[in-house]
């Protein structure tokens, strides 16, 4: 039988893992390893990847999607040829992070990976805009304006020509903290600045082409809400034992009997006084804003409320939001940032690992919930900048089974009725990676050094749903959910035609992982086994070891939700970052190309797709000797770049506010961070 343990054998590409940060400031020429460049190509292709960090590459059980934002851009002016530039997302607080590696003096400010984020216990959290992309065309004479994005920090502007990071999308002060940090600095009496402190966003903000407006959100989660979640926290005993049951047997009576031990059971009582307060401070705590920006001014933000008044308070994060013409759509999406996120690493916490994973997570909610706010209530909001109270807007609550972290909604919404396509990612975790002490959930034998860092696998079928709510009433009206056997495990990221925005969805292209046992951990199994709309029974999903399911590029049409092409990749490769290119003189929604990557241990490539024929497979595939892609995450189309024209700045100078006693912090922003900001 074969070990599937064992590297020889590996059916995920270690090349994953590994990458090249090099930056391609003039361009390369790719090579052409297979098939013949479309001459009819146009426009300019982005891509996105976190690539690690300079002094950290992964490997180190670092995950996979914490790293550096390095933008890459395909150029295809020429017929026949193919180049690309690239350029990492330089922020200030790149800049920072790299002065704190390498100078002495700035030695106890280092930024360090804690899980998914990279802090500096005296900075702050690092934005890597390291996920995605938002276009904005504001006015035919301007070049397109285009944004890099992450979902815990503000999105920035990069010029699409250079690649180089502009602006910031707001100043610091429009922005709300997630720690109000500023507060506890005065109150503790610090010197301390703590410049970058953790933002809470989307990285999928939106922009309306018929309106000029770009749709926004900014939110706190409350501290105890985080604690609420997770079964650490005495306060919530019952769930603790509930998840403790979930974890590997040999922690499970120990802990549970310490914990029972130390807290008793009284305080779950509802009318224990404390519990009251808390859940008074929660609703105090809890805010989430919705934001609206011209592209010039401060923007404007109204914060949401339920029809009974309470506020919107997310459970996991908004990784996406969606616009029609009369609807903005928030969802909380299957995406956890919660306490065993951010606690790895952190070396006063040297437990044993698996028991503080036990305790520190819980698997994602199986449901999502959407929030529909109506446009006609966003009248004139509260300006970031002013100190005008607070704009109340309410929003409708509406739970749909499955989870999600991706959608797309059709623009035009007739008689309230919006359509929103969701990829459900269903039992499957991508904050949650290969730690050191993780074994198989096959054979159990301890997980391969080299797979540290990647997410586990999926424990369920993927699905694909289409939904109609009524936007008015905040209710489903239809819904229609198909899943494949072989071709949507782990569904992925997607893309489609959106050169017409107000055309309905017609068809739309995904890309799916795969089903890979190797990915398939004790820790992910007992976290997921319990799943509530389980599709495949896990006796199956065990049998599954022996024939792994191939990652696949495929079409759905949304009309009659059937998935009418397809190409089959092999098990050794992992594909990601699909985009529709559409043909010079295209005359239809899937008149044009799928671009991908295709990562893989022959080499990393970007193969081309003729969209009409998938299943014909690539028509071209291009490499190059010094390629060595991350792992790509979203992508977009320009039809034309050029240096950015647009005004709108924040100057770094006047963006951050440090502390006048805090001579080290002054000192680190004027050697190594406001320079590169200030021409001349
Ligand atoms: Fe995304």
Redesign the pocket.
Known sequence: MVDKNSPDESKVPRSLMKLKRTEFISKIELNRKEGKIPSDLQGHLFLIAPVGFANTPYGDGTPIFNGDGMIYRLDFDRPGEISLKSRIAKTPCYFADEATQTDERFKEYQFKNFGLGRFSLLLGLRNQVN??FLTAEFSKEQTARLFITYDAGRPYEIDTDSLEVVTPVGSNKEWQSEVPISIILSFLNLRVSFPFPPVLST??PEFDEQTSEIFSVNYIRDPLDLLESTPLTPLFIDNIIKDLKKAPHAFTEFVEQKIRQLTGQGLINDDNPLIQFLNGAKNFLSRTYLIRWNGQDSFERWKLVLPDGLPVTIKQSV??IGITEDYIILADTSFKFELEQLLDNVPVLEIDENLRRCLATRAQLPDTTLYIVNRQDLRSGQCSLSDEPEIEVIAQKITIPLEL??FRVDYKNPGGKITLHACHNSASDVAEWIHDSDTSAYNHHPTPQFLRGLMGSQMDIGRLGRYVLDGRKGVVLDSKVIHDLRRTWGIG?STHDQRNKSAPIRHIYLQSFGFRSELLTDFIYNLYKDYQYRLIPLEQLKKIQDEDRPPCLFRLDTQTMTIDDSYEFSIGQVISSPQFVPRTHSTHERDGYIFCTVISDKGDEIWIFNATKLNEGPICQLNHPSLDLGYT??TTWLSSIGPRTADYYIPVREDYEINKEDELTKKLFEEAIYPNFECG
Do not use: F, P
Request: charged share 0%.
């Open positions: 996920t995605g990285a999928h990784h996406q972290i991706h990221l995450l979203h």
